[in-house]
């Protein structure tokens, strides 16, 4: 064996995605000597595979569809057509700007990046080739991979979100195995794009982490955007030729198709890491933590899609962030998981925050809910979008309590979580939320609407 080269630092960071980037940055910022290590490319997957690119080519596709339906505003448009090499270029112009960007700000911190694939070794080093580099504090950040299922081998005509961002051409016929945010958001590029999609989910509804009212509208906006689904029924197999590729479900069905999208999930990248050999605590490959991001190792922590939870960008940004502050002695608050906003950026748009109704009942018992049809708000009817907005507050109708769920569903709807997670992760009330004074015409007047008619004095809303 060959004597290893040591290289010391205050924080050694093995993955440079949304979690190791951001605590790297804010440990540097923190007068901190930081080594980065990356096998691949600064930003990991939400840069270079995940967010960045499949919302530019939703953006492509919400184009699309304005075009295709300009007659209804009395613009004379159509679609002539999807030229993919156009739209990867559009794509992969913005990623690479934002790479450029990234790169830039990393240099700009002293932060010391070492290219290459980097395995744990107990107490406190990575090791990259012949290079160990050993911190005071050691952060596992290797982030996740695209999941597919027994039996089921990616090739050919069966891909993952990976191969599915360079298809060169728009298949006629799409299968997507998986009704989560990754199948719902490409069955909408697909299907904006021209495709005829069918969703195959094992579970009861589409984006089932979602409230039931969310999947319900969702649903309702798919069947009339023609997308299908087939809900609450298992995969068995799947076949392809170099034509095309037969699905077979558990009811004796088979889909034909030009390619089966695999969208089960993502898995954590935790295999050949030296995780486990170190005597890091994991369960299914997870990596286990406190909510301090603490693994059982001393000063060796973990943060973003290795931590069991929501595997979300801005998720592993905020951990990353805390955990830089944690170890500088700032004593940051724990991150409230219910507190991280989600989107899915379909067509109409999916965004949350807090808690389910279900979650919600298990946690406060009685609660009261509201629902704010789009249909009273301006704006949403100037974009001829339809949805709600549901609120879930604690307590039963006539007691105080904070508002500790929104849900909502409709174009742009993400744009509007930015006020519904400061009132959830304010404890904000209902009576606190309708004194303020929202913007005419817009869509955050329907969080305003809502927030009015649970104080019980609705003013746009049928009762």
Same mark, same amino acid.
Request: charged content about 25%; aromatic content about 6%; glycine content about 12%.
């Given at each position: 064996m060959p004597e290893h080269t040591v290289h010391n630092a205050d924080v050694v960071i093995l993955g440079a995605g949304s979690g190791g980037y951001a605590?790297?940055?804010?440990?540097?910022?923190?007068?901190?000597? #930081?080594?980065?290590?990356?096998?691949?490319?600064l930003g990991g997957t939400c840069l270079h595979q995940g967010c960045i690119p499949t919302k530019a080519l939703l953006h492509a596709g919400e184009v699309a569809d304005a075009a295709r339906e300009g007659a209804k505003v009395g613009v004379r448009s159509s679609v002539e057509g999807i030229d993919m090499a156009g739209v990867h270029s559009y794509k992969d112009?913005?990623?690479?700007?934002?790479?450029?960007?990234?790169?830039?700000?990393?240099?700009?911190?002293?932060?010391?990046?070492?290219?290459?694939? @980097?395995?744990?070794?107990?107490?406190?080093?990575?090791?990259? @080739?012949?290079?160990?580099?050993?911190?005071?504090?050691?952060?596992?950040?290797?982030?996740?991979?695209?999941?597919?299922?027994?039996?089921?081998?990616?090739?050919?005509?069966?891909?993952?979100?990976?191969?599915?961002?360079?298809?060169?051409?728009?298949?006629?016929?799409?299968?997507?195995?998986?009704?989560?945010?990754?199948?719902?958001?490409?069955?909408s590029v697909f299907a904006s794009f021209g495709a005829s999609v069918t969703i195959v989910e094992a579970l009861p509804r589409l984006v089932p982490a979602e409230d039931e009212f969310a999947s319900k509208l969702l649903e309702r906006?798919?069947?009339?955007?023609?997308?299908?689904?087939?809900?609450? #029924?298992?995969?068995?197999?799947?076949?392809?030729?170099?034509?095309?590729?037969? #699905?077979?479900?558990?009811?004796?069905?088979?889909?034909?198709a030009d390619y089966l999208l695999v969208a089960v999930g993502r898995g954590p990248n935790t295999a050949d890491t030296g995780f486990a050999e170190? @005597? #890091?605590?994991?369960?299914?490959?997870?990596?286990?933590?406190?909510?301090?991001?603490?693994?059982?190792?001393?000063?060796?922590y973990a943060v973003g899609d290795i931590v069991p939870g929501l595997q979300l960008a801005h998720r592993g940004f905020a951990q990353g962030i805390f955990l830089a502050e944690q170890l500088a002695g700032l004593n940051p608050p724990p991150i409230d998981e219910a507190g991280i906003p989600r989107v899915t950026y379909c067509e109409p748009e999916?965004?949350?925050?807090?808690?389910?109704?279900?979650?919600?009942?298990?946690?406060?018992?009685?609660?009261?809910?509201?629902t704010y049809d789009l249909a009273g708000n301006g704006k949403s009817q100037i974009l001829q979008t339809q949805g709600a907005i549901k609120l879930v507050k604690a307590g039963a109708q006539g007691t105080p309590g904070p508002v500790v769920g929104i849900h909502m569903v409709g174009a742009r709807v993400g744009e509007l979580i930015g006020e519904a997670q400061l009132?959830?992760?304010?404890?904000?009330?209902?009576?606190?939320?309708a004194a303020l004074v929202h913007a005419h015409p817009t869509q955050n007047e329907a969080l305003g609407e809502a927030h009015l008619a649970l104080a019980g004095k609705p003013l746009h809303a049928h009762s």
């Open positions: 605590c790297a940055l804010r440990a540097a910022e923190l007068g901190k000597s #930081v080594v980065l290590v990356e096998r691949d490319k112009g913005v990623v690479a700007r934002l790479y450029k960007g990234l790169q830039g700000l990393i240099a700009s911190r002293k932060i010391q990046v070492v290219q290459g694939t @980097g395995r744990f070794e107990a107490p406190n080093a990575v090791v990259v @080739g012949d290079e160990r580099y050993v911190g005071t504090d050691v952060v596992l950040a290797t982030g996740s991979y695209a999941r597919t299922l027994p039996g089921l081998d990616i090739g050919g005509r069966i891909v993952t979100s990976n191969e599915a961002l360079h298809l060169s051409e728009v298949p006629g016929r799409v299968v997507i195995l998986g009704g989560g945010v990754i199948g719902v958001e490409f069955a906006a798919f069947r009339r955007r023609k997308i299908a689904f087939r809900t609450g #029924v298992k995969f068995t197999g799947a076949r392809q030729t170099e034509q095309s590729v037969t #699905v077979s479900l558990e009811t004796g069905e088979e889909l034909e170190a @005597g #890091v605590a994991m369960d299914r490959g997870f990596v286990q933590v406190d909510e301090q991001l603490r693994t059982n190792l001393p000063n060796v999916v965004a949350s925050v807090g808690l389910t109704e279900e979650q919600a009942r298990e946690r406060h018992g009685e609660v009261q809910t509201l009132i959830y992760n304010w404890d904000a009330h209902a009576d606190d939320v």
